[in-house]
C-alpha cells in the first residue's frame, strides 16, 4: 500500500462587512419580552443576524452551515423563527438561547416562501421546485406535499378560521388547496403574467395581488357554505372604475370548471402603483390595515385599507356631496330629478397613505403597527444597507421619519480587490467607491477612505500605506495612520488591471489595457505642506507589447516577469533586461490570474475557459491541464513555501490543488456576497507550529547534554527561542499549553480533529506531565479524551504509546479525584460560612445584593422609558 500525503483542512472561521444579503427578507422579531419593533432579523450569507435597530448592535447570530439563507418567517408567539435555505432545508431557531432544534429535509432546490398558521403548530413552505409542503412543527414531520404550480412558488397565505392554503406562482395562477383533502379545488387565471405577491385583507373576504405591472387586483372571496347558512356573504363590493371592461370575461378569476365548491372569486377592481414595473415584494402589517408593496427602485407606496366603518363614513359623504350636485342641477334645469345613486369602489376602501424614499433601491419591505397608531417599517436595501422609519397613521398627512439606518463596517458596492498585510494582522478591501481596512482579529473596520473604482491593491512595505489600482489607469497612495490620500498618479491610459510587488520590495510593476507594463520605485520625498517626507512612486522603465495586459506576477527570485495578454497567452520576459524567454499557449480564452511557486520551477494560470494550467519554468512545457471550475478562474495564488494552490471562480467555489501530483484536495463552498469577505483560517496551525519548537527546544537540549559529557565540563546553555523569551522566559512544554488555552473553546475541537497524527504521541506525552504537574486539568482532561475518541485504532495499535496511556490513566483517575474533593471541601466549606452568617445577621445570604440588583433593574428601566419618550 503506498504512502498518503495529509493535507490541512480549511474551514469559514469569520464572516464581516456585510448587513443583510439581498436574497433573502427582513424581518421584526421579539427578543426576551423586548420592545416591539426594535430587533430586526435578516440574512448574512449563510447565517441570520439579529440587529438592535436602536443601537445599531447586533446582538444575536443564528448560526447556519453552507449554504446561503433564502427566506425568513417569525413564529406567531414570537420566540421561534423559521429559516429557509438554499438548498432546500427549513431549520427553526429559538430566539431564546439562538440554538436550532428542529430542522426539515423536504425541497430539491431552495426555499422562496415560509409561513406559520395562526397557532404556529403548522408550518407551509413553497420552493423554486415548485412543491408547497406542509409540515407538523409539533411532532416534528410532514404533513403533505401539494403538487400543482409550474414554476416558482411566490406566496403560501394559511386562512385563519378555514383549513384552507392559497399560494402564488411565476406560473400566474392563484391556486386554493382544502387541506382536508389536500388538492387544488380552485385555479385562478386572471393574471396575464407572473403572481410575485399576495395579501389577505378584510377578515380574508378579500385577495389583493402584485404582478409583473402597475396594478394591484383585488378578488372579492366568497364562501359557499356561509351563503348557504346566512344568505350573503360578508363583504359584498361593487365594479370599480379602473376595471377594463374589455376584459372582464378573461379576468373573472375563476378556472374552467363550472362547478363551485367551498368558495367563489370575483375581480373587484384595481388599484394602480406609481412605478412602472414589477412589484418585487408586497406586505401588510399585523393589523391588516397597511399595505406597503415596492418596485426595483428606491420608492416605498403605503395604502390604507378602511374599516367598515370608515367606509360608510365616506359613502356618506359622497351621498351628501352628491345630493347637493344633483339638488344644484335641479334649481338650474328646473325639473325635477332622480335620486342620486353612489355605487361602492375599491378605491373608497384601500386608500393611499404615502410614499417613503429610500435612500438607494429597495429589496424587501416589513411593517408593524404599534400602539397609538405608530407604523414602524423596515427596509432592506440593495446596497448592504438597512433603514427603519416611522409614522402616524391617524395624521391626515402622515410624514415617515427616519429613526435608523445600519451601515456599519459594509461596503456599499461590490468588493473588487482583497489584500492581507505583512504581518496578517489587516484585511484590505476595495469596492467601487471605497476602501477599508480590517482588524483580522475583532473583524472591526480601522479605516475607511474613499477612492476611486478600485481594480487592484497592496499594502507597501511596513504597512503604513497602501496602494490602488484603479479603473481610470490612476495609482492612489493613501497613508493608514491618518486615512488620507496622499498621491494620485497618472500611471496608465486604460484600466489598471494588476499590481505586484517586487521581491526585493523596493518597488511595484503595473499592468494596464493601454498594452503597457510599467516599472516603478518607491520614493521618499518631502512634502511641500509639511517638512516631513511621504511616499511616492517615481517611474523607471515601460515594456510595450501589442495586446492588453492582464496580470503581471514577478518570480520569487526577481529573475523572471510573467504577463497575461488580451491574446490567451502569457509571456515569459528577463526582469533586468527585459528580453523574452518563453511563451506559454493553449489557453483557448485569456488568463485572468496567475503565479509562480515559492522554488521558481512552475508557474500555474487560469484562466476565462474555466481551466487551470500547471507548466515549467524551464521550458514553458505545460505539466498537465486541469478543468478547474464551472465559469472563469478570477483569481489564483500559491500557499507559501509548497507547490499547493487556491483558485476562485465565479461558480462562487474556492478549491485547493497539489501542483506535484496534479489532484485536486477539497473544494470551500462560499456564498457568493459581493459585500461580504470571507476568512479561511488553519486551526491548528499553532498548536503545530508550538509542538515543532518543543521538538526543536529539547534537541538543543539533548545536544547540549552530549557536548558536555564529551567535553568533561559543564558548557553555557544554549540560547532560547526568542519566541519563549517574548512570553517570559517559559519552558517550552509550557509554551505549547499556553497556545493550546488560546484556542476558542468552540473551536478546540475542530483543531484537534485537524491535527496530524505524527503529532498526537509528543502531546499525549506532554498532557501526562500537565496532569502531574497540575496544570489545567480540565482543559486537558477534554483535549485527551477527544483525541482518543478520534484516534482510538492508530494508538491503541501503536506498542510505544502504551505505557504512556498507562501512566496517563493512572494519573488522570487520581488527578480529577483529587480535584473533585477540593472541590467538595470548599462547597462544603462556603455552605456553612452562609448557614453562620445567616445565623449570626437573622438576614438571608445575599439578600442585599438581590436588592440592589432589583433597583438597577428599576433604573435601567426608568431610563429606557425615559430614551423611548425622546425617541
Not at 569 to 596: A, E, M, N, Q, R
Not at 659 to 668: N, P, R, S
Not at 696 to 717: F, I, S
Request: aromatic share 8%; net charge neutral.
Amino acid at each position: 500500500m503506498g504512502l498518503t500525503k495529509q493535507y490541512l483542512r480549511y474551514v469559514s472561521s469569520a464572516v464581516f462587512g456585510v448587513i443583510g444579503s439581498q436574497k433573502a427578507n427582513i424581518a421584526y422579531v421579539t427578543l426576551r419580552g423586548g420592545e416591539r419593533g426594535r430587533y430586526v432579523a435578516v440574512a448574512a450569507c449563510e447565517h441570520v443576524f439579529i440587529w438592535d435597530v436602536r443601537k445599531g448592535e447586533k446582538v444575536l447570530i443564528l448560526q447556519g452551515q453552507k449554504h446561503e439563507v433564502t427566506f425568513l418567517c417569525p413564529s406567531p408567539d414570537g420566540i421561534h423563527i423559521a429559516v429557509g435555505y438554499e438548498d432546500g432545508a427549513v431549520r427553526i431557531f429559538s430566539l431564546l438561547n439562538g440554538e436550532s432544534n428542529v430542522s426539515f429535509n423536504g425541497h430539491k432546490s431552495a426555499v422562496s416562501v415560509i409561513h406559520y398558521d395562526r397557532l404556529g403548530a403548522r408550518l407551509v413552505t413553497g420552493s423554486k421546485d415548485t412543491d408547497v409542503i406542509v409540515w407538523d412543527i409539533i411532532n416534528e414531520c410532514g404533513l403533505y406535499r401539494l403538487r400543482g404550480h409550474k414554476d416558482i412558488i411566490t406566496q403560501a397565505l394559511f386562512l385563519k378560521d378555514k383549513n384552507l392554503l392559497v399560494t402564488s406562482s411565476k406560473d400566474s395562477f392563484v391556486k386554493w388547496w382544502d387541506l382536508d383533502t389536500q388538492h387544488c379545488f380552485k385555479t385562478m387565471v386572471g393574471h396575464r403574467s407572473e403572481v410575485w405577491s399576495m395579501v389577505l385583507l378584510n377578515q380574508e373576504y378579500r385577495l389583493l395581488t402584485g404582478s409583473a405591472d402597475s396594478e394591484l387586483r383585488a378578488w372579492d372571496i366568497s364562501y359557499l357554505q356561509e351563503e348557504k347558512t346566512e344568505g350573503e356573504p360578508k363583504v359584498k363590493k361593487g365594479k370599480t372604475l379602473l376595471e377594463d371592461d374589455d376584459d372582464e370575461d378573461n379576468e373573472e378569476g375563476l378556472d374552467e370548471s363550472p362547478e363551485e365548491r367551498i368558495l367563489s372569486c370575483k375581480k373587484a377592481g384595481s388599484i394602480l402603483r406609481e412605478a412602472r414595473d414589477r412589484v418585487v415584494s408586497m406586505t401588510m402589517d399585523n393589523k391588516a390595515r397597511v399595505i406597503a408593496c415596492h418596485g426595483n427602485d428606491s420608492i416605498l407606496e403605503l395604502f390604507t385599507v378602511l374599516s367598515e366603518e370608515e367606509v360608510q363614513k365616506k359613502m356618506t359623504k359622497k351621498l351628501k356631496k352628491a345630493k347637493k350636485k344633483a339638488a344644484k342641477a335641479q334649481e338650474d334645469a328646473g325639473e325635477e330629478a332622480a335620486e342620486p345613486v353612489v355605487e361602492r369602489m375599491l378605491k373608497d376602501e384601500i386608500i393611499r397613505l404615502t410614499n417613503i424614499k429610500a435612500s438607494a433601491k429597495i429589496r424587501w419591505v416589513e411593517c408593524l403597527s404599534c400602539v397609538g397608531g405608530e407604523l414602524k417599517v423596515a427596509l432592506l436595501l440593495q446596497n448592504n444597507t438597512v433603514e427603519t422609519y416611522s409614522l402616524k397613521t391617524s395624521d391626515k398627512t402622515p410624514t415617515a421619519n427616519k429613526t435608523a439606518r445600519l451601515t456599519i463596517g459594509g461596503h456599499r458596492t461590490d468588493v473588487r480587490t482583497l489584500a492581507f498585510s505583512s504581518d496578517n494582522l489587516a484585511v484590505l478591501s476595495a469596492s467601487g467607491d471605497t476602501v477599508k481596512v480590517w482588524n483580522r482579529s475583532t473583524l472591526q473596520v480601522i479605516r475607511t477612505m474613499a477612492c476611486d473604482y478600485a481594480l487592484c491593491s497592496l499594502f507597501v512595505p511596513g504597512d503604513r500605506q497602501i496602494i490602488l489600482g484603479t479603473k481610470s489607469g490612476k495609482l492612489q497612495i493613501f497613508e493608514l495612520a491618518s486615512g488620507s490620500l496622499l498621491e494620485t498618479v497618472d500611471a496608465h491610459d486604460g484600466a489598471l488591471w494588476s499590481l505586484c510587488l517586487a521581491p526585493d520590495q523596493r518597488g511595484i510593476v503595473t499592468g494596464s489595457a493601454d498594452k503597457t507594463v510599467k516599472f516603478w520605485e518607491f520614493e521618499l520625498i518631502k512634502d511641500q505642506g509639511t517638512a516631513q517626507k511621504r511616499l511616492t512612486v517615481k517611474h523607471t522603465r515601460t515594456l510595450q507589447l501589442e495586446e492588453d495586459v492582464l496580470c503581471v506576477k514577478f518570480s520569487p527570485d526577481h529573475r523572471l516577469l510573467a504577463v497575461s495578454l488580451l491574446d490567451c497567452t502569457v509571456k515569459i520576459f528577463y526582469t533586468d533586461t527585459l528580453k523574452f524567454f518563453l511563451s506559454l499557449y493553449g489557453h483557448k480564452l485569456p488568463v485572468l490570474c496567475l503565479d509562480i511557486s515559492h522554488d521558481n520551477t512552475i508557474i500555474a494560470t487560469g484562466s476565462a475557459d474555466r481551466n487551470v494550467k500547471i507548466w515549467g519554468l524551464d521550458f514553458g512545457d505545460c505539466h498537465r491541464s486541469m478543468f478547474a471550475h464551472d465559469d472563469s478562474v478570477m483569481f489564483l495564488q500559491f500557499v507559501p513555501k509548497t507547490h499547493l494552490f487556491f483558485t476562485a471562480g465565479k461558480d462562487k467555489k474556492i478549491k485547493q490543488w497539489d501542483a506535484d501530483k496534479f489532484e485536486h484536495i477539497q473544494t470551500l463552498e462560499v456564498t457568493l456576497f459581493l459585500l461580504t469577505l470571507d476568512i479561511w483560517g488553519r486551526l491548528a496551525e499553532r498548536i503545530m507550529e508550538a509542538l515543532e519548537l518543543y521538538k526543536e527546544e529539547n534537541r538543543k537540549l539533548e545536544v547540549h547534554k552530549y557536548a558536555c559529557e564529551n567535553a568533561g565540563k559543564e558548557l553555557p546553555p544554549p540560547k532560547p527561542n526568542p519566541i519563549l523569551v517574548a512570553f517570559g522566559n517559559v519552558s517550552p512544554s509550557r509554551y505549547v499549553l499556553d497556545v493550546i488555552k488560546k484556542v476558542r473553546s468552540s473551536e478546540l475541537e475542530v483543531s484537534l480533529l485537524v491535527l496530524p497524527f505524527p503529532y498526537v504521541p509528543e502531546l499525549l506525552k506532554l498532557f501526562n506531565s500537565y496532569i502531574q504537574q497540575g496544570l489545567e486539568v480540565e482543559l486537558v482532561c477534554r483535549c485527551l479524551f477527544f483525541l482518543l475518541k478520534i484516534h482510538f485504532g492508530q494508538i491503541s495499535s501503536n506498542q510505544m504509546l502504551l505505557s504512556v496511556i498507562d501512566e496517563l490513566r493512572t494519573n488522570t483517575v487520581s488527578k480529577v479525584r483529587e480535584i473533585r474533593d477540593v472541590m467538595g471541601f470548599n462547597s462544603a466549606g462556603l455552605q456553612f460560612l452562609q448557614r453562620e452568617i445567616e445565623s449570626k445577621e437573622d438576614v438571608m445570604f445575599f439578600a442585599d445584593a438581590t436588592g440592589q440588583l432589583k433597583e438597577k433593574k428599576k433604573k435601567r428601566r426608568k431610563r429606557e422609558r425615559a430614551i423611548l419618550t425622546i425617541a
